[in-house]
């Protein structure tokens, strides 16, 4: 197998030359500091791209992780695939073609870590069909959810994202007013929540 960190250099320089969105530069520590301190032994990831971040997830978590990630893109989960195919990772990560929401709703067994990088009008949805797959002591990770200063800041919403901004609103009340979850939101990046559920006693 390839040596990791190559591997994961050539991805971040096919991701800038076409274009493809991977989790930045900024946003990726953090990412990282949370499935470090995590370890977590099954997780789910909707949105794909490349494999980038399941390959960064895979990397820094238990060691018998396994992971379940979903792409609408036949052709960025090709892409995906044969870049994990040339890791050490590439029989404990599977990869789902097709609507991530219709996805969700197909899978079995408890996730323990979530990661939701996709279709940011998605995000309330995504959240609604994931709680029943979550293990009582979960963590979900949102990415994107600040969206350009335009969901907290005091910047004019262009009329085309302002559906986007609405749902990402949505999605940032329902983790952070769910009292199953604390949720903290990173200014990192383009924003992440990090949503880690309670032990039952915690919750009020």
Do not use: W
Request: aromatic letters at 8%; a negative charge; glycine letters at 6%.
């Amino acid at each position: 197998m390839e040596k990791f960190e190559a591997l994961i250099g050539e991805m971040e320089e096919y991701g800038r030359s076409n274009h493809v969105p991977i989790i930045n530069e900024k946003g990726m520590p953090v990412l990282l500091e949370v499935v470090r301190q995590k370890k977590p032994h099954r997780v789910l990831e909707i949105g794909t791209a490349i494999g980038y971040s399941a390959l960064l997830i895979a990397h820094n978590s238990a060691e018998d992780v396994e992971i379940d990630t979903l792409e609408i893109s036949q052709e960025r989960a090709d892409t995906a695939r044969a870049y994990i195919d040339r890791s050490a990772y590439r029989d404990r990560i599977r990869i789902h073609i097709g609507d991530a929401g219709e996805n969700i709703l197909k899978l079995s067994g408890k996730y323990d870590f979530v990661f939701i990088d996709a279709a940011k009008g998605q995000y309330p949805d995504y959240f609604r069909k994931i709680y029943p797959l979550l293990t009582e002591d979960a963590m979900v990770l949102a990415d994107n959810v600040l969206f350009r200063g335009y969901v907290r800041g005091g910047a004019e919403c262009p009329r085309r994202f302002k559906t986007i901004v609405k749902r990402l609103r949505e999605y940032i009340s329902l983790v952070s007013d769910n009292n199953e979850f604390e949720t903290v939101i990173r200014e990192d990046g383009d924003g992440l929540a990090v949503s880690q559920r309670l032990p039952k006693e915690n919750n009020r």
